[in-house]
T-cell receptor, first 109, second 114 residues
Framework: EDQVTQSPEALRLQEGESSSLNCSYTVSGLRGLFWYRQDPGKGPEFLFTLYSAGEEKEKERLKATLTKKESFLHITAPKPEDSATYLCAVTEYGNKLVFGAGTILRVKS | DTAVSQTPKYLVTQMGNDKSIKCEQNLGHDTMYWYKQDSKKFLKIMFSYNNKELIINETVPNRFSPKSPDKAHLNLHINSLELGDSAVYFC?????????????FGSGTRLTVV
């Protein structure tokens, strides 16, 4: 049973072409939804935590939003350096992070 | 000044061997984790320790044994390695549940079993 589903699997954008990544989850008692960025050969790097529906967080060209069933990571005017795999994860209880499979983002100049 | 460091970064070994991966964090966090990332890039939790106490033990073959000598260190020992153990293993740490500040990951250990 998939608890976290990310779409699309891969996304190619031109520099400056804004878009959104989706993360849908099926956990019943969400305690936190996380977004991470992972570059090749490196560990995931923490971006945001969202706790409740309606919450939004921003960092540079990235904005994360949360509803009761999904989260979006909006990328505004992306640059080539935004190319990475973006991972979504949730916690239900305790400390366990359950990850989605990720979205591979490629931004071409 | 690396926050979560793992050694070795690469490990190539033959089937049947026993190997260990070491992890150290200098963030003062209470909780440490081992995650496995398979060839499809799926990250799955294996173990978690809070202040040297095992608190999460997912369905992992008992050939995998974690050890936490103190709250800054979490090692992973793997016995009788199999081809399917090939993956990238990540260590991570968090302050308590990590819900507010997230988890800090190491750069991973790529294990290849031949």
């Amino acid at each position: 049973e998939d608890q976290v589903t990310q779409s699309p699997e891969a996304l190619r954008l031109q520099e400056g072409e804004s878009s959104s990544l989706n993360c849908s989850y099926t956990v019943s008692g969400l305690r936190g939804l996380f977004w991470y960025r992972q570059d090749p050969g490196k560990g995931p790097e923490f971006l945001f935590t969202l706790y409740s529906a309606g919450e939004e967080k921003e960092k540079e060209r990235l904005k994360a939003t949360l509803t009761k069933k999904e989260s979006f990571l909006h990328i505004t005017a992306p640059k080539p350096e935004d190319s990475a795999t973006y991972l979504c994860a949730v916690t239900e209880y305790g400390n366990k992070l359950v990850f989605g499979a990720g979205t591979i983002l490629r931004v071409k100049s | 000044d690396t926050a979560v460091s793992q050694t070795p970064k690469y490990l190539v070994t033959q089937m049947g061997n026993d190997k260990s991966i070491k992890c150290e964090q200098n963030l003062g966090h209470d909780t440490m984790y081992w995650y496995k990332q398979d060839s499809k890039k799926f990250l799955k939790i294996m173990f978690s320790y809070n202040n040297k106490e095992l608190i999460i033990n997912e369905t992992v073959p008992n050939r995998f044994s974690p050890k936490s000598p103190d709250k800054a260190h979490l090692n992973l020992h793997i016995n009788s390695l199999e081809l399917g153990d090939s993956a990238v293993y990540f260590c991570a740490s968090s302050q308590g549940p990590g819900r507010r500040y997230g988890y800090t990951f190491g750069s991973g250990t790529r294990l290849t079993v031949v």
